[in-house]
């Protein structure tokens, strides 16, 4: 345990750092400051240009002339509040549209294959029709079929050319965005036990709507000036009045469109520690051994790679089980695996006696029943640290966001990050991230700790911090299953060890003998080549 007790905080930042941080905000700041008055000027040297040009007079009496007004507002403008509307209503359909084709499109397995197919074939034919030929059909086409049910109006059919065609390019730039998204971040989402659906809504949806905002500008930008398209079918915005008016002979739409410390607890009865026992540790004072995770025989490959050729184990309840073994032995594999984030070949996992790996059970409440912490920590880039810890609490378990908050605080608190729970993950040092990380996966009092090679990503300066903190959990009693390289750390936290090799645990039994004496020949040899 960490006493800090009479000594500077190593958690705090330091007034260098507070220095720095200061600095970054007055350059912030600064640069503001200097982009406003930079802007206001150009825009006022452009309105005096226009103002004082010889043809402003032209201008003006055919864009704002009261007396070139029909029912009261120029006919160039209703022409152009007419583009307006179009573009907000096909708009907001091809956001509708296009999402559901891009979703659709990144769906796999043989059961999504006609959706898929639909998806593509669309997206193919619709890229490959010229915009002005579907405005073409479908504005006098469909209407020349005068079925009944169906609207007649031009500007009817016009918005509904533009939402199909459009809908296929912002698809495709919305489908790259969502491959744009790291997978670990799916597996992330999935291990706090959100659904397929609120993994795409919370963090996947979010991450690529960002990336690819630059391109759905282009494209809103595009749809405003191609609305002027819609004259051929007798639409009339506001070009088309500017043509009438025989007034401009530019892109009048266009040009609108273009303004427009890890404190180990010192208070054992906290209601962090409360919170841990309580479901760590069976009820009364005694600890009572319970397997509270059990495999037997999980068998799994990827194609022809046989990783997991027959795994059994026993994790009692309370206890820190700790997987190693040569680089792809399947020590990943396995907590995946367990995580129901791989689906297993053969065998079962129970949890809690209950046999998950059952395909009528629901992989997400089983998931939320666990806690996952990834090797190169799967924060999520788009939310603050403190979003990051609430959204599971708050999307899955429907807890009231003011006391998924506080939860929050207090796992912050427990992690000694608690002035940090506005930053992004991206503002933290890596052994932050890692501490922030195991607080998302601790805030809901998990069952199960699962940890992949949470230290190996860290320089060996920041490893401590975090072993500290597992060495915390793990005095308090949080069943864990995690693997690692650092066999100190294997050595002091580990109630078992299980050596991997071949698919199979080849070894296992209480650290001392397992690392200090171990009896299998080629567990003999991986330990010796640590090190050397
Ligand atoms: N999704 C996947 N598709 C195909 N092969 C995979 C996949 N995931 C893992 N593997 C393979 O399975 C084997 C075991 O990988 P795993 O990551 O579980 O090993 P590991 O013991 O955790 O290794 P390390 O210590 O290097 O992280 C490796 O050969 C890897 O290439």
Not at 32 to 44: E, L, R
Not at 342 to 354: K, M, R, T
């Amino acid at each position: 345990m960490t006493q800090t007790v009479g000594k500077r905080d190593p958690w705090r930042p330091s007034e260098v750092e507070r220095e720095r941080a200061a600095y970054r905000t007055r350059q912030r700041r600064r640069s503001f400051v200097i982009g406003a008055i930079s802007t206001i000027v150009v825009v006022a040297v452009v309105l005096v240009v226009l103002v004082t040009s010889p043809g402003w007079q032209r201008f003006h009496s055919t864009f704002f002339d009261p007396h070139e007004a029909v029912q009261s507002f120029p006919v160039v403008l209703r022409g152009l509040w007419l583009n307006v509307r179009v573009m907000v209503v096909c708009g907001l359909a091809i956001a509708v549209w296009s999402l559901l084709l891009a979703v659709l499109r990144t769906l796999r397995g043989p059961v999504f294959f006609p959706l898929r197919a639909f998806a593509v074939v669309y997206v193919d034919v619709f890229r490959g029709l010229p915009l002005l030929l579907v405005v073409f059909l479908l504005g006098f086409g469909v209407p020349a079929l005068q079925l009944t049910g169906l609207p007649n109006s031009p500007l009817f059919w016009g918005g509904c050319a533009l939402t199909l065609s459009y809908s296929a390019y912002v698809a495709e730039v919305l489908r790259a965005g969502i491959e744009s998204v790291h997978p670990s971040q799916r597996a992330a989402a999935r291990s706090l036990g959100l659904s397929y659906r609120a993994t795409l809504r919370f963090v996947v949806l979010p991450q690529a709507v960002r990336r690819v905002m630059p391109a759905l500008m282009n494209d809103l930008i595009s749809l405003e000036k191609d609305s002027a398209l819609l004259a051929v079918i007798g639409v009339v915005d506001a070009l088309r009045e500017a043509q009438i008016r025989e007034a401009v002979n530019f892109n009048f739409t266009a040009y609108v469109v273009a303004w427009p410390a890890v404190h180990l607890p010192d208070d054992p009865d906290g209601p962090f520690h409360r919170l841990v026992r309580a479901t760590a540790r069976l009820p009364g004072s005694g600890w009572t051994a319970v397997s509270l995770l059990s495999l037997k025989g999980v068998r799994k490959s990827f194609g022809a790679h046989l990783v997991l050729a027959d795994v059994s184990l026993e994790v009692q309840e309370g206890a820190c089980v700790v997987l190693i073994g040569a680089s792809g032995s399947g020590k990943s594999t396995l907590l995946r695996c367990i995580n129901l984030l791989e689906v297993v070949d053969d065998g079962v996992v129970e949890l809690d006696g209950q046999d998950i790996t059952d395909p009528r059970v629901d992989g997400d409440e089983v998931r939320s029943r666990m806690g996952m912490v990834f090797q190169s920590y799967n924060l999520f880039p788009h939310l603050s640290v403190l979003q990051n810890i609430t959204l599971a609490p708050v999307r899955v378990h429907g807890v009231p966001r003011a006391q998924a908050l506080e939860r929050a605080h207090d796992v912050l608190q427990r992690v000694g990050l608690a002035d940090k729970a506005n930053a992004r993950p991206d503002d933290l040092s890596g052994g932050q991230q890692q501490r922030v990380a195991i607080a998302r996966a601790m805030v809901n009092a998990p069952r199960l700790l699962l940890l992949d090679e949470v230290t190996s990503a860290l320089d060996p300066e920041l490893v401590g911090e975090v072993l500290d903190l597992l060495q915390g959990l793990r005095e308090e009693g949080m069943t864990m299953v995690l693997n690692t390289h650092e066999m100190g750390f294997a050595r002091s936290v580990a109630d078992e060890v299980c050596f991997l090799s071949d698919g199979v645990i080849l070894e296992r039994g209480p650290a001392e003998e397992v690392l200090g004496a171990p009896q299998q020949e080629r567990t003999q040899r991986f330990l010796s080549r640590l090190l050397h």
